[in-house]
T-cell receptor, first 115, second 113 residues
Framework: DGGITQSPKYLFRKEGQNVTLSCEQNLNHDAMYWYRQDPGQGLRLIYYSQIVNDFQKGDIAEGYSVSREKKESFPLTVTSAQKNPTAFYLC??????????????FGAGSRLTVL | GESVGLHLPTLSVQEGDNSIINCAYSNSASDYFIWYKQESGKGPQFIIDIRSNMDKRQGQRVTVLLNKTVKHLSLQIAATQPGDSAVYFCAERAYNQGGKLIFGQGTELSVKP
């Protein structure tokens, strides 16, 4: 089945540590996205990539980094510079770029908790 | 409906009744809208979309209505079932914001058996 796989589903981190969240898609989608979701709030865009080896900052990129070395993969690193990293992280992909009429397909999410 | 704040708007309906979830958007340049359903602990799932040149679009048990005059979007769910219990998000795309999808806060739908 085609889809987006995020791992791990749950992750605990000590303050000061970097962690990397994995996102893999086999939908042959060009564009991939990372969103952050906090309780009672909508999804906020962290980073997006419309093509391999290229990515742009979203609305809340500070404290995060990404890479897009392969079309299928878009890992997100939550660095120690992110002051409030505890959240639910969602990866998504779409056939067209960010400015096209596109339906995002989402992964199941990764819940990060900082201890 | 959508609103700013830490507490999700909630809607409680009886099984079998129709549900109406509302969403107000602010950008008159928005030309495309999507409704997503998110069950607890899962990623959002696409329900239905509508372009700004339409007023209404129907799917299976769902209807989206768009009123551009008052910048209002609604999702109607017919014969609501317990499996419809979830958080529902609307998202808008506006060309004057780089064409990104902007998500609303969400509305929690609770279906009572």
């Amino acid at each position: 089945d085609g889809g987006i796989t995020q791992s791990p589903k749950y992750l605990f981190r000590k303050e000061g540590q970097n962690v990397t969240l994995s996102c893999e898609q086999n939908l042959n989608h060009d564009a991939m996205y990372w969103y952050r979701q906090d309780p009672g709030q909508g999804l906020r865009l962290i980073y997006y990539s419309q093509i391999v080896n290229d990515f742009q900052k979203g609305d809340i990129a500070e404290g995060y980094s990404v890479s897009r070395e392969k079309k299928e993969s878009f890992p997100l690193t939550v660095t120690s510079a992110q002051k409030n990293p505890t959240a639910f992280y969602l990866c998504a992909s779409s056939t067209t770029g960010i400015s096209g009429a596109n339906v995002l397909t989402f992964g199941a999410g990764s819940r990060l908790t900082v201890l | 409906g959508e609103s700013v704040g830490l507490h999700l708007p909630t809607l409680s309906v009886q099984e079998g009744d129709n549900s109406i979830i509302n969403c107000a958007y602010s950008n008159s340049a928005s030309d495309y809208f999507i409704w997503y359903k998110q069950e607890s602990g899962k990623g959002p799932q696409f329900i239905i979309d509508i372009r700004s040149n339409m007023d209404k679009r129907q799917g299976q048990r769902v209807t989206v209505l768009l009123n551009k005059t008052v910048k209002h979007l609604s999702l109607q769910i017919a014969a609501t079932q317990p499996g419809d219990s979830a958080v529902y998000f609307c998202a808008e795309r506006a060309y004057n914001q780089g064409g990104k999808l902007i998500f609303g806060q969400g509305t929690e739908l609770s279906v009572k058996p």
